[in-house]
């Protein structure tokens, strides 16, 4: 028992330190001037996924074995709701934007659609 202990806080600590690490270095990429500023953004989506990827494997012991089949599933389905619910926002704030927008070449012209 005091094995198991022992292994899981060690990759609780490095999955940690793991985390703080890029963390650090997302700070570092938003705030330097060394690098490109086109090539920022596009470290920062990097550095997203990695600790994403780090925060599966070391936190919620996601890993490729028979036994994550269902977490994995799970995840999956999460991310789709995640992903409709975005698109499906963006769409609806979209439409009412441009159903919103007056005509600017006679804006005291306006009328009600029925």
């Known amino acids: ?3 198991w202990a022992r292994s899981d806080a060690l990759v609780y600590t490095i999955g940690l330190l793991v985390a703080l690490v890029l963390t650090a270095t997302s700070f570092w990429v938003a705030n330097t001037s060394m690098l ?3 090539g ?3 470290g920062l989506a990097v550095l997203a996924i990695a600790q994403m990827g780090i925060h599966l494997v070391f936190f919620l012991h996601l890993t490729s074995g ?3 089949t ?3 599933l799970a995840l999956a389905f999460g991310l789709l709701i995640v992903f409709v619910v975005v698109v499906g926002t ?3 704030v ?3 934007n441009d159903n919103m927008l007056m005509s ?3 804006p005291m012209n306006m009328q009600m659609q029925r």
């Open 1 to 3: 028992m005091q094995a």
């Open 90 to 92: 963006i769409w609806i």
């Open 104 to 106: 600017p070449t006679n």
């Open 36 to 38: 490109w500023p086109g």
């Open 94 to 96: 979209t439409d009412l």
């Open 66 to 68: 028979p036994d994550s």
């Open 40 to 42: 920022v953004g596009l």
């Open 70 to 72: 269902n977490n994995i």
